[in-house]
Nanobody
Framework: QVQLVESGGDSVQAGESLRLTCVAS????????LGWFRQAPGKEREAVAT???????HYTDSVKGRFTISKDAGSGTLFLQMDNLKPEDTGMYYC?????????????????WGRGTQVTVSS
């Protein structure tokens, strides 16, 4: 399995920006798709954004136009640029990875997970 470590979470005001980073290690010599998920207290984990092995991003509707997922092809490091943050973006953000070409928004399809980084947005 791939080892994933997230960082960059913080407490911010609505309208501000954050950039999350996920450092990965242990990739096998094959393609992976990656994703960012979040979980708010009392709610189920939900997909925020995922990225295909070739770099194409996919987003949940609530973050389209505000968040950008990207990765460094050389190191496999994953990023999530979050702009114009809203209180409803609050939650623990997790990085995930799975061997394959095309990403899914379904958390159950990902086998490797980080421990998460907390994002809190106040109004």
């Amino acid at each position: 399995q791939v080892q994933l470590v997230e960082s960059g979470g913080d407490s911010v005001q609505a309208g501000e920006s954050l950039r999350l980073t996920c450092v990965a290690s242990g990739y096998a010599n094959r393609a992976y798709y990656l994703g960012w998920f979040r979980q708010a207290p009392g709610k189920e984990r939900e997909a925020v954004a995922t990225i295909d092995s070739d770099g194409r991003g996919h987003y949940t509707d609530s973050v389209k136009g505000r968040f950008t997922i990207s990765k460094d092809a050389g190191s496999g490091t994953l990023f999530l640029q979050m702009d114009n943050l809203k209180p409803e973006d609050t939650g623990m953000y997790y990085c995930a990875a799975e061997p394959g070409l095309y990403a899914t928004m379904w958390a159950a399809r990902f086998s490797s997970w980080g421990r998460g980084t907390q994002v809190t947005v106040s109004s």
